[in-house]
């Protein structure tokens, strides 16, 4: 089910794949999604906690190995390497799913409220690497940006609000863009 509605939502935006659709691209009947999902906006949201992980496991962004690797690396210029290749891999799954949210957020106030819950959980996730990393780098990080500075310009920069305009309408290659991304950040923010 969840295959089909990526599908469907990707193809046709938030209001054009009913749930309806969902299920007869999926083989089931209706009432099964409902009885899975709850409704339509539940079926997305667990459509982008899948995409956002990569798999159904209930662990927490900062637990998973990729973050861990993140937050352990010494080097700061290698921790920003290390955030843009995490970045890239989400971005790589999960980047068409977010803008369906994003979309639907213009209509929708209960989508509107994930759009801006998935926010707030990126630049959780950003803030905590910003954190770990002012305690790497020797002296003060340049311009005398703080850790929130970083989670803000790392929020965004590793977002989809960068991702989808260069990946996926400028051409570039997801190596390309992760390339960049982590660079950007070595050259904002460290001396």
Do not use: C
Request: aromatic share 8%; proline share 6%.
């Amino acid at each position: 089910m969840l295959d089909a509605a990526r599908r469907l939502f990707v193809e046709r935006g938030w209001a054009g794949a009913t749930v309806a659709d969902i299920a007869k691209a999926a083989e089931v009947g209706v009432q099964t999604v409902y009885f899975t999902f709850g409704d339509k906006r539940a079926l997305l949201r667990e459509l982008l906690d899948t995409a956002v992980a990569g798999d159904s496991d209930p662990v927490a962004t900062l637990d998973r190995p990729w973050a861990r690797a993140v937050l352990d690396e010494p080097d700061p210029a290698v921790q920003f390497a290390r955030q843009a290749a995490g970045a890239r891999e989400i971005l790589e799954r999960a980047a068409p799913v977010l803008e369906v949210v994003r979309g639907a957020a213009a209509a929708d106030e209960r989508m509107a409220e994930l759009w801006r819950l998935n926010r707030e959980q990126r630049y959780t996730v950003q803030l905590s690497f910003a954190r770990a990393l002012t305690g790497k780098v020797p002296g003060p990080l340049r311009d005398k940006h703080d850790a929130a500075a970083v989670a803000d310009v790392a929020t965004v920069l590793l977002g989809p609000e960068t991702y989808g305009p260069l990946v996926t309408e400028a051409g570039w290659s997801p190596p390309r863009w992760e390339r960049w991304a982590g660079d950007s950040l070595v050259r904002q923010f460290l001396p």
